[in-house]
């Protein structure tokens, strides 16, 4: 890489850090709402909260790396442009294809950057962020419980609790057991608390009367003490089944035997999405160059193209996002899934490596930008 072109790449990795940083920041705020009563309210350790939060900046980084990348690319052109530095280049003779192939290699570095991320780091993070929540649930349950909440700690169990101290002692407990579709459990109690054991979380419930419906058969006991199981099966921390994203390519696209179709589908489609990504990040930021580079880019008419260069931007987004939907509801479209980036790819480097500037010009107005 020589001199000029590491100067368009320091100028556009600057942004790009800062938006990554700045967006990752939001985005990791936003995701943490959902956990931070745990440690306010709650009492869950802060160390154990910070680590499930972080767990899930590696999937973040790869959502919304495609359209920063676009932001740092027309950004550094437009600044280029607006100090004129790139009618120095072009004056000096160079063509608008050296001009980004800076773009093209920050483009490629990113995507294989995002696909090692997607593959090898995300799934693991995801899945230890999944078993952690698993974990929280069954050995911190008690702060999951709200006070006059209808709480549903696991599925089909529903929990209301009218008092709670800080030591979690409960209160006023009513509890409806509906796991079992044959046997349908109801429980009044006073008072009562978490405990664990080795078998898992249970209630330990005291003075109150316990209300079974089996075979439209209803039964009464009135107790002192009554012990529930809150997860009837202890070890599905372990057992869990993996979500598409915990997984890597090899799980992907060779799931094991028993799979059924549609989870195969699901597989599919994330592993589609994740071999795109890449190609959407080099779509992204020589969208980003091109938006300066075609034209002149006078201020009366540079924010109209900004702004289709930006709606442009979105479509792609929001290609990708819907792309392994369409993979689960239609197999057969895989191949397809891949024609329309190949075609944009294609269609933007045609139009950046036209030296007649006037016919670039007149092939991007057709397609909704206006110089």
Same mark, same amino acid.
């Given at each position: 890489m020589n001199l000029? %072109?590491? =100067?368009?790449f320091k100028q556009i990795f600057g942004p790009f850090i800062l938006f990554?940083?700045?967006?990752?920041? @939001? %985005?990791w705020l936003t995701q943490s709402l959902r956990f931070i009563e745990l440690i306010i309210i709650k009492g869950l350790p802060i160390n154990l909260f910070l680590f499930l939060t972080i767990l899930i900046i590696p999937k973040l980084l790869t959502t919304i790396a495609p359209f920063l990348a676009y932001? %740092?690319?027309?950004i550094t052109y437009i600044r280029l442009n607006a100090e004129s530095e790139l009618i120095a280049m072009k004056t000096a003779g160079i063509s608008n294809f050296k001009i980004i192939i800076p773009t093209i290699l920050f483009g490629i570095l990113l995507g294989f950057l995002t696909i090692?991320? &997607?593959?090898?780091?995300?799934? *693991? +993070?995801f899945s230890k962020f999944k078993n952690l929540q698993s974990n929280i649930r069954d050995n911190y349950i008690s702060i999951l419980f709200q006070e006059k909440v209808f709480s549903s700690p696991v599925s089909n169990l529903t929990v209301f609790i009218k008092d709670k101290d800080k030591i979690g002692n409960f209160e006023g407990i009513l509890i409806h057991d509906a796991r079992d579709k044959n046997k349908i459990i109801s429980v009044v109690a006073e008072s009562g608390k978490i405990q664990q054991t080795d078998s898992g979380a249970k209630f330990t419930l005291l003075n109150g009367n316990r209300q079974e419906t089996?075979?439209? /058969? @209803?039964?009464?006991? =009135?107790? &002192?003490?009554y012990n529930l199981n809150i997860n009837k099966n202890t070890k599905e921390i372990y057992t869990r089944f993996k979500e598409p994203s915990e997984r890597n390519f090899k799980e992907l696209f060779n799931p094991r035997d028993g799979i059924? &179709?549609? =989870?195969?589908?699901?597989?599919? %489609?994330? +592993? *589609?999405?994740r071999l795109i990504t890449p190609l959407i990040i080099l779509i992204m930021t020589l969208l980003g160059a091109i938006t300066s580079l075609l034209g002149n880019f006078e201020r009366k008419t540079s924010v109209k193209k900004i702004f289709y260069s930006v709606i442009c931007a979105i479509l792609v987004q929001m290609y990708l996002i819907s792309a392994p939907q369409l993979i689960i509801s239609y197999k057969n479209i895989i191949?397809?899934?891949y024609l329309p980036v190949f075609i944009i790819l294609t269609l933007i480097l045609f139009l950046t490596l036209i030296n007649n500037e006037k016919l670039s010009l007149n092939i991007f107005f057709k397609?909704?930008?206006? /110089?």
């Open positions: 000029f %072109a590491k =100067y368009i990554l940083i700045t967006m990752t920041g @939001i %985005a932001l %740092a690319c027309l090692f991320i &997607e593959n090898n780091v995300s799934p *693991h +993070a089996s075979n439209n /058969n @209803i039964s009464m006991l =009135y107790f &002192e003490k059924n &179709e549609l =989870y195969k589908r699901e597989f599919l %489609a994330e +592993a *589609h999405k191949p397809f899934i397609l909704g930008v206006k /110089n």
